[in-house]
Nanobody
Framework: QVQFVESGGGLVQPGGSLRLSCVVS????????MGWYRQTPGKQRELVAS???????NYVDSVKGRFTISRDNAKNTVYLQMNSLKPEDTAVYFC????????WGQGTQVSVSS
């Protein structure tokens, strides 16, 4: 069974940075694409960024140039470096397998406010 443990969220001022981490249990990590998703109250969860098993990344337009997704296959960990944060980035952030979703983890709260 695949499990996700997200961490690294917090409260940051606009323009600040955070680095999220997600440790993934299970042997499939090295062969699957991974994604970072976010959800705000009353809205559907949205895909923010994805990365293939070989490291090719894609981003939603609203975070291009500000967020960077990366992975360390030796550590079964996927990261999301978030720079130039905006209030509209406030959300609970989750990681999951890209395209074939598994049971969600608890997520990590990111709050951007002055």
């Amino acid at each position: 069974q695949v499990q996700f443990v997200e961490s690294g969220g917090g409260l940051v001022q606009p323009g600040g940075s955070l680095r999220l981490s997600c440790v993934v249990s299970g042997s499939i990590f090295r062969i699957v694409a991974m994604g970072w998703y976010r959800q705000t109250p009353g809205k559907q969860r949205e895909l923010v960024a994805s990365i293939t098993s070989s490291g090719s990344a894609n981003y939603v337009d609203s975070v291009k140039g500000r967020f960077t997704i990366s992975r360390d296959n030796a550590k079964n960990t996927v990261y999301l470096q978030m720079n130039s944060l905006k209030p509209e980035d406030t959300a609970v952030y989750f990681c999951n397998v890209f395209g074939i979703l598994r049971t969600w983890g608890q997520g990590t709260q990111v709050s951007v406010s002055s």
